[in-house]
Nanobody, 126 residues
Framework: VQLQASGGGLVQTGDSLRLSCAASGLTFSAVVAAWFRQAPGKEREFVAGISRSGGNTPYGDSVKGRFTISRDNTKNTLYLQMNSLKPEDTAIYYC????????????????????WGQGTLVTVSS
């Protein structure tokens, strides 16, 4: 199983970025997927998750209304559209996946996820 995150970079406050996570070696349509982030000196934080069908998309409070998670099961790819970026969004962003029987349940705890990507760095300058 491999999750390959990409799309990070250096942007300014208010800019947008789109992260992608390409999955291989698993049945993508059968997994719950999520984005987490970790800033220096801080714990890993749930950013957003998406159910198998895409019908449930919970978000962390700090990104609600600015970030949008989506998935394309035909391309085995997870996305995170990030708008109105702020300096406090600076972190390494990780994609994660978990085989899940429920079509709607999305765990927010990082220890529930079995598969992890390598992370992509997002830096937002003020």
């Amino acid at each position: 199983v491999q999750l390959q995150a990409s799309g990070g970079g250096l942007v300014q406050t208010g800019d947008s970025l789109r992260l992608s996570c390409a999955a291989s070696g698993l049945t993508f349509s059968a997994v719950v997927a999520a984005w987490f982030r970790q800033a220096p000196g801080k714990e890993r934080e749930f950013v957003a998750g998406i159910s198998r069908s895409g019908g449930n998309t919970p978000y962390g409070d700090s990104v609600k209304g600015r970030f949008t998670i989506s998935r394309d099961n035909t391309k085995n790819t997870l996305y995170l559209q990030m708008n109105s970026l702020k300096p406090e969004d600076t972190a390494i962003y990780y994609c994660a996946a978990l085989y899940q029987a429920s079509t709607l349940y999305v765990p927010a705890a990082s220890d529930r996820y079995r598969y992890w990507g390598q992370g992509t760095l997002v830096t937002v300058s003020s």
